[in-house]
Every structure is written in C-alpha cells, then in structure tokens.
C-alpha cells in the first residue's frame, strides 16, 4: 500500500522558514517524479515545486523561485521542501504528491498517488 505522509507544517511568521518532509513508502519510486502543491482557502490547488526521484531534476513555480528547494533523500525515501523568507501569501495546506508518467509537472491528474496534506500559516 503507497503512502505518502507529510509533516514540518505550522505557525510561521512572515520571513521565517520551515521545512516540510514527505516520508514514502510502499512501493520503489526511483523512477517517479515527486511534487508538492498547496491549498489556500478559497482557492484551487496549485503546482508548487517537483523533483525527478532518480537524477534530481527539479521546477519550481515562480513565485517561489529563489525562496523554496525541493530535495530528496533516496536512503530515507523523503523528499523535502525547504521555504525560506515566508510569506503571507504562502499560508496553505501543502501536499506531497508522486507520479510514474509525469509529463507535464504541473498537472494535478497526472500525479497518481498523493498525501494528507499538512497546514502552514504565516502570519504577517
């Protein structure tokens, strides 16, 4: 049974930092790729950042080009993101996110299994 399991989210105020792990298991994912996206209230689910499992390829969205990393560690089967200089505008639930076909990592649909989600705040 695939699980993905995010934790790290919380209560932040604007320009601090918090890192978010996804911990997977389940199944071998050396050849997916793996995403985080985020919910704010109100609003539709949106592309965050990705990384290919095997060769560490990653893409960001642009607003937090420069703020976020996206990295993984194989021995651990985690991937991270790391967000610095936080903003208001970041306050969403953020979840993890693995695909075996990925091709446009932007897309919701094509990311097969998925996690819980995990709460970040940042208060202005």
């Known amino acids: 049974q695939v699980q993905l399991v995010e934790s790290g989210g919380g209560l932040v105020q604007a320009g601090g930092s918090l890192r978010l792990s996804c911990a997977a298991s389940?199944?071998?994912?050396?050849?997916?790729?793996m995403g985080w996206f985020r919910q704010a209230p109100g609003k539709e689910r949106e592309f965050v950042a990705s990384?290919?499992?095997?060769?560490?390829?990653?893409y960001y969205v642009d607003s937090v080009k420069g703020r976020f990393t996206i990295s993984r560690d194989n021995a651990k089967n985690t991937v991270y993101l790391q967000m610095n200089s936080l903003k208001p505008e970041d306050t969403a639930v953020y979840y993890c996110a693995a695909g075996a076909r990925v091709i446009t990592v932007q897309q919701e649909r094509e990311y097969d299994y998925w996690g819980q989600g995990t709460q970040v705040t940042v208060s202005s």
């Open positions: 389940g199944r071998t994912f050396s050849t997916y790729r």
């Open positions: 990384i290919t499992w095997s060769r560490g390829y990653t």
